[in-house]
């Protein structure tokens, strides 16, 4: 709830209180105090609040498929951001290099984990060329992605893209030696389907504004 709830005072700044202030703030202001930012921080906040449901779904032992939608809701929240922010050159140039790398590889994540698991359910129909196809096209996302931050995090992204490159190598092995299935041009791939199941929790005074009035 608390990404949500972020979520809804960047809403608000972009909507309500940024668009009001631009003429008043010099044009070499910081990115923070653009509305693009805030729209984009508050699809960031959706983003995280959204992988908050998909562990409780993978927790809760959902179907995978419903599960790989959910991971590529993650995905698509956060592509809105990053191609709002690039549709703006100089708002992508001025933000910190660690917000680019966590955007970029928090969908690279999400977007592995969505693969695999659309991969497997293509290994139970014996279509192992078309794994391997679905596998590939994000594995050379993840080669290109750089970790985010340092600690936690890295070990996470290092893990789960380890995990996506054995599983690829074990179906090429295996359609190689046993199924031998034409691997899939990009085009005859799947297009990833995703589900976005969160929504920001609308900005409310909480009630601890009180009116200044100043005596001269």
């Known amino acids: 709830?608390?990404?949500?709830?972020?979520?809804?005072?960047?809403?608000?700044?972009?909507?309500?209180?940024?668009?009001?202030?631009?003429?008043?703030?010099?044009?070499?202001?910081?990115?923070?105090?653009?509305?693009?930012?805030?729209?984009?921080?508050?699809?960031?906040?959706?983003?995280?609040?959204?992988?908050?449901?998909?562990?409780?779904?993978?927790?809760?032992?959902?179907?995978?498929?419903?599960?790989?939608?959910?991971?590529?809701?993650?995905v698509m929240f956060l592509e809105e951001a990053i191609n709002l922010l690039q549709a703006s050159s100089t708002d992508w140039i001025d933000i910190s290099d660690k917000l680019k790398r966590f955007m970029t590889a928090s969908s690279v994540l999400h977007e592995a984990r969505c693969r695999r698991l659309i991969a497997e359910e293509f290994k139970k129909i014996e279509r192992l060329g078309m794994a391997a196809g679905i596998l590939r096209l994000v594995s050379r996302k993840a080669h290109l992605a750089k970790p985010p931050g340092d600690g936690t995090s890295k070990l996470v992204f290092k893990a789960e893209i380890t995990a996506l490159n054995e599983m690829l190598r074990k179906c090429e092995h295996e359609n190689d030696f046993i199924w031998r299935e034409k691997l899939p041009q990009p085009d005859e791939i799947p297009l990833m389907e995703g589900k976005k199941i969160v929504s920001a929790i609308p900005y409310k005074a909480s009630g601890l504004w009180r009116e200044l009035i100043f005596v001269v």
């Not at 700044?13 to 940024?18: E, I």
């Not at 906040?45 to 959902?62: G, H, I, S, W, Y």
């Open 1 to 74: 709830m608390l990404f949500r709830r972020a979520s809804g005072v960047y809403h608000h700044l972009s909507q309500d209180l940024l668009p009001g202030l631009q003429t008043l703030l010099s044009l070499d202001k910081s990115p923070e105090l653009t509305s693009s930012m805030a729209t984009a921080m508050s699809l960031v906040c959706l983003a995280e609040a959204q992988a908050v449901t998909v562990r409780k779904a993978e927790q809760n032992m959902t179907s995978g498929s419903l599960v790989a939608k959910l991971h590529y809701g993650v």
